[in-house]
């Protein structure tokens, strides 16, 4: 396992390549949001992570603190495909690229584009990952 150091606190990387942060690192990062005012964009590329992971914790820590986290909107939406008696006509794509077309799909502030050949359970990740990112 490859292991590099921040602030400290030794981050160490398994052999599949995902860094494993420890709650020591953890906690002085959300310090540093609620303290010091960093914004987690700038946290983020401090510790060269990505922004969502770092909301994460910011939120996790302050839920662990009583803080009432409000949501825009419902966290989580349903989604689900089903049979329609007139068929939509989809967004065509430029010619030549083997793609029957695409799908816009509108949830809060984020717009997932994805092709209509899209398999279920990719569809339902990409739909997971972009849930993370609001």
């Known amino acids: 396992m490859?292991?590099?150091?921040?602030?400290?606190?030794k981050i160490r990387t398994s052999p599949s390549?995902?860094?494993?942060w420890p709650s020591e690192l953890k906690r002085e990062a959300t310090r540093r949001l609620r303290e010091d005012g960093m914004s987690p964009r700038d946290l983020a590329a401090?510790?060269?992570?990505?922004?969502?992971?770092v909301r994460k914790?910011?939120?996790?820590?302050?839920?662990?603190r009583g803080e009432q986290i409000a949501?825009?909107?419902?966290?989580?939406?349903?989604?689900?495909?089903?049979?329609?008696?007139?068929?939509?006509?989809?967004?065509?794509?430029?010619?030549?690229?083997g793609s029957a077309g695409s799908a816009h799909l509108y949830v809060g502030g984020i717009c997932l584009q994805?092709?209509?050949s899209i398999d279920e359970?990719?569809?339902?990740?990409?739909?997971?990952?972009?849930?993370?990112?609001?």
């Open 46 to 53: 401090e510790l060269d992570a990505h922004e969502c992971l």
């Open 71 to 97: 949501v825009d909107g419902p966290a989580f939406a349903q989604v689900s495909i089903e049979p329609t008696v007139a068929p939509i006509a989809p967004e065509t794509t430029p010619a030549g690229n």
């Open 57 to 64: 914790w910011w939120v996790a820590d302050r839920r662990e």
């Open 121 to 134: 359970a990719d569809l339902q990740k990409l739909i997971r990952v972009a849930g993370q990112c609001q």
């Open 114 to 116: 994805f092709p209509l």
């Open 2 to 9: 490859a292991e590099r150091e921040v602030w400290g606190v």
């Open 17 to 20: 390549g995902k860094r494993i």
